[in-house]
Structures are given as structure tokens and as C-alpha cells.
């Protein structure tokens, strides 16, 4: 069974910066896909970036500029660098890992959620 396993998660100032890690572990996948969500109080989950295998990165246009997206494969790890967060960003962050079965199936792991929260 695939684990998520995130940590990074804390206080920050607006403008201060936070790196959020996630690791799978229980099973070893080629995960198609990897990358972040996270999720304001009384909102929905909303996207914030994902790294794919072949290298490509898709951000929210909320997030570009400030967040970036690594992998490391050998590790089965993602990460996410926070820079010049804002009270906005404020949200539980949840690891998605994603396993494509078919071009119309897909299997979604997700991590345990890390609150971020950005205030003066």
C-alpha cells in the first residue's frame, strides 16, 4: 500500500519562504505524475502544481513565480519551495501522487496534509 508521507509545514511572515517535502513509501511506483494541492478552510482541494515524468511542470497562475516544483525519482520524493508567501497562501497542502492506468483511469495517492500559515 502507497504512503505519503509530508513534512515542512509551519508559521511563516508574509514574504518568508517554507519547503515542503513528501515521501512514498510502502510500495515503489513510476508515478506519472507528482505534485501538490491544497485546500483554504471552507474551500475546495484546488491545484497548485504538478511535476510530471517527462520533466514538465504545470502551476497555478496563483503560484508562478513564487513555487517551485522538484522531484526526486530515486527517492520517490516531491517537493514544493514556498518563496515570498502571502497571507493568500494560507492552506493544508496535500502531496498527490498519481499512477496512470489508461488514458481514462488513473490512481490518486495523497499525503496526510501540512498547514501552511502566513501571518503578520
Known amino acids: 500500500q502507497v504512503q505519503l508521507v509530508e513534512s515542512g509545514g509551519g508559521l511563516v511572515h508574509p514574504g518568508g519562504s517554507l519547503r515542503l517535502s513528501c515521501e512514498a513509501s510502502?510500495?515503489?511506483?513510476?508515478?506519472?505524475?507528482m505534485g501538490w494541492y491544497r485546500q483554504a478552510p471552507g474551500e475546495e482541494r484546488d491545484l497548485v502544481g504538478l511535476?510530471?515524468?517527462?520533466?514538465?511542470?504545470e502551476l497555478h497562475d496563483s503560484v508562478k513565480g513564487r513555487f517551485t516544483i522538484s522531484r526526486d525519482n530515486a527517492k520517490n520524493a516531491v517537493y514544493l519551495q514556498m518563496n515570498n508567501l502571502q497571507p493568500k497562501d494560507t492552506a493544508v497542502y496535500y502531496c498527490?501522487?498519481?499512477?496512470?492506468?489508461?488514458?481514462?483511469?488513473?490512481?490518486?495517492?495523497w499525503g496526510q496534509g501540512a498547514q501552511v500559515t502566513v501571518s503578520s
Open positions: 510502502g510500495s515503489t511506483f513510476n508515478f506519472e505524475i
Open positions: 511535476k510530471y515524468n517527462d520533466g514538465n511542470t
Open positions: 498527490n501522487s498519481q499512477r496512470i492506468l489508461s488514458p481514462s483511469s488513473r490512481t490518486l495517492y
